[in-house]
């Protein structure tokens, strides 16, 4: 009985790598053919894949972020109107402990106390603030794949150069399906 199951457990794994292989030369396919091909024309450059690595971009996944990027937006909305608030106040105390106020005192004084109002109030209502690219998922599936990120490392040959060239962990996106690369994902070092 032990032997049945551990056999039954490798048959799903091998089948699960052979899919997973098979996905992977597909996108390795698609992904050649948008390397080799530029302005229509198609250009042999030998490309050889070391690694592909892919990962699904699920609609789960965009929620997180958007709730994520709500979350930092508000939370930096809120700590510069309150920097506000305090510089108004700080001002407006200013102005208000000096012994014989000039006219231009009397109207910078206002003009502090209306700022520091515009100020209160825009935080007031940033606490209901709900922007719409909350709501781009609603009623969609959470595990449904939205886009597919590869991580490609492969080998090409430099026609200029006229020499091989080793490219590590390039990042391209993929439409869900897989049939078009979208575009390459600069990393954060890169213009």
Not at 57 to 71: M, R, T
Not at 158 to 166: A, G, R, V
Not at 170 to 180: E, H, I, N, P, V
Request: contains cysteine; proline residues 2%; aromatic residues 8%.
């Amino acid at each position: 009985m032990k032997h049945l199951i551990t056999i039954l457990i490798c048959c799903i794994l091998f089948s699960l790598i052979s899919c997973n292989s098979q996905t992977n030369k597909e996108l390795q396919e698609v992904l050649r053919e948008a390397l080799e091909t530029s302005d229509g024309a198609h250009t042999d450059i030998r490309i050889k894949f070391s690694k592909t690595e892919v990962i699904n971009v699920l609609v789960k996944d965009s929620i997180e972020y958007y709730q994520n990027k709500f979350s930092i937006e508000k939370k930096n909305r809120i700590a510069n109107l309150e920097k506000n608030i305090e510089y108004h106040e700080k001002r407006i105390a200013e102005r208000e402990a000096k012994e014989n106020p000039s006219l231009v005192d009397a109207m910078m004084l206002s003009e502090q106390k209306s700022l520091l109002e515009t100020s209160i109030k825009s935080l007031q209502s940033l606490e209901s603030w709900y922007p719409d690219y909350l709501d781009t998922y609603n009623g969609r599936e959470e595990n449904e794949i939205l886009a597919k990120i590869v991580t490609a490392s492969y080998s090409f040959f430099n026609p200029f150069l006229k020499k091989q060239m080793d490219v590590k962990g390039r990042k391209f996106l993929f439409s869900a399906d897989g049939t078009r690369v979208l575009k390459v994902v600069k990393n954060a070092n890169e213009n």
